[in-house]
């Protein structure tokens, strides 16, 4: 039973663009770091390329997403649909009709279109032509972005998310096009000065975003680790709260304070990387803010102090992962900890007050077989219902919590472990994918989310 969650609540599902569209050079697109990042698997089970071919089924997804009763719908545009290569002066016609077609569908069948502008996808021309996000001009080439989408969107779109996770994009650089192989130091300074532009761009677009829509909402996707300290020793539990500063709060100072945190300069000073800025920064950064956020949670993260510390490391060889064994895991390593949920949601009301939040990913993966044209995801189901019971406390703790979006709407394809690990509340079958068939089951997880909302909420 829910108590505390509005009957006008957004309840969603989400998605990101290279994940689920494939159609990956179709209409004018061009190439982005995703694609090329993917085809070194070199496997089309592994790739960009068709994935579940959202951009030819995209009609019947949306049917399926009537039929789940999802009031919102959380799915990135692809930046290299819009812009080829990014550095393009003009926005490719053809790339913003599809997204035109998806988002006036959505809303004739009273779904809220919730906008990511990037997910992982810059096109590589930037990253070609001057080295992507750790050179100053990416800057202009995101904010023209953000602008050609405010044009084109900005009546139909009531709430944005600039980038996603740009903590993860930082820890897995391969992701930005920095050289995984350079030495330690030189490839984190690379990763952290993108950080910055990123930082500044988003300060930007959030700027311009408020002035032309002030009731409209826009903000980052933030990867949230809840992090929770090994024992309760003095060192590990400072060793998870400098992770979970560094990593998840740092993000969320900027987008909503305006300002770079002291423990984080610190942080990097210690190791010896130096950012490159310009006088004007810290007043573009203060002039624009967020006004919401968006979270992605999956699990907590557990960590322990290494025995061996010297204060000048790094923070991440400072510490040790572990998993706690009396708690069930994917068979990728991530928990199954719903009071995780609460506690950070809690976290986050402490530290941010009354911010709105909005659950923009929250999911379980498996691999599945279909058993006559079913998915019995008993496993799933309960994390969905175990989690939305703690979102519920939450928003009776207080939080301001407006949106959930799970992820995935659809089984896509995973960032890191291709297609076979599935999230989806939508079975696809893969089976000749090449051809395009690609035929949809709806999994028992769906149906429980399809009671859920219905029971939940006001038609
Ligand atoms: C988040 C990303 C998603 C998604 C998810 C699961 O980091 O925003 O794009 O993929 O994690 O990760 P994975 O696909 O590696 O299982």
Not at 343 to 363: K, Q, V
């Amino acid at each position: 039973r829910l108590n505390n969650i509005p009957k006008d609540f957004l309840w969603g599902a989400s998605t990101s663009a290279f994940q689920v569209e494939g159609a990956y050079q179709e209409d004018g697109k061009g190439l982005s770091i995703a694609d090329i990042r993917s085809f070194k698997k070199s496997t089309q089970q592994l790739d960009t390329k068709v994935t579940v071919d959202h951009y030819h089924h995209w009609q019947e997804d949306v049917a399926l997403m009537k039929e789940l009763g999802m009031k919102s719908y959380r799915f990135s545009i692809s930046w290299p649909r819009i812009f080829p290569n990014g550095t393009d002066a003009q926005p490719n016609e053809t790339g913003l009709a599809f997204y035109h077609q998806l988002i006036d569908q959505l809303l004739s069948e009273k779904i809220e279109p919730i906008v990511t502008m990037y997910h992982f996808d810059q096109p590589m021309g930037m990253i070609e032509e001057y080295g992507g996000w750790i050179d100053r001009r990416s800057i202009t080439d995101f904010v023209k972005y953000a602008e050609c989408l405010f044009e084109e969107f900005g009546q139909k779109v009531k709430y944005w998310l600039t980038i996603n996770e740009q903590a993860v994009l930082v820890v897995a650089p391969d992701m930005l096009g920095i050289d995984l192989t350079l030495p330690f130091s030189e490839k984190y300074q690379q990763a952290y000065q993108a950080n910055y532009h990123m930082w500044l761009a988003q300060a930007k677009v959030y700027k311009l975003f408020r002035e032309r829509y002030p009731h409209n909402y826009i903000g980052p996707a933030i990867s949230h680790l809840t992090t929770l300290p090994a024992s309760k020793k003095s060192y590990d539990m400072m060793a998870a709260k400098e992770l979970e500063d560094f990593y998840t709060f740092s993000q969320i100072d900027v987008a909503l304070n305006g300002e770079i945190p002291i423990y984080f300069s610190n942080e990097l000073a210690n190791a010896q990387i130096t950012i490159q800025t310009y006088p004007e920064d810290g007043e573009i950064l203060k002039e624009g803010t967020a006004n919401f956020i968006g979270v992605n949670w999956y699990c907590t993260t557990i960590v322990e102090a290494k025995k061996e510390r010297h204060s000048s490391d790094f923070l991440f060889t400072r510490i040790n992962r572990t998993l706690d064994p009396d708690l069930l895991h994917t068979n990728w390593g991530w928990n199954f900890d719903p009071v995780g949920l609460r506690y950070g949601m809690r976290e986050l009301m402490h530290r941010y007050g009354d911010i709105p939040i909005m659950i923009t990913e929250c999911g379980w993966s498996q691999e599945e077989q279909l058993e006559s044209g079913k998915i019995h995801d008993s496993q799933r189901i309960s994390y969905l219902k175990e989690h939305i019971e703690q979102m519920d406390l939450s928003i009776g703790d207080g939080v301001n919590i407006i949106s959930f979006n799970p992820w995935s709407f659809i089984d896509l394809l995973s960032v890191g472990d291709g297609m076979e690990k599935r999230y989806g509340l939508v079975f696809v079958d893969r089976t000749n994918f090449e051809k395009r068939q690609q035929k949809r089951y709806k999994k028992d997880s769906f149906e429980f989310y399809k009671e859920l909302i219905k029971a939940n909420s006001v038609n």
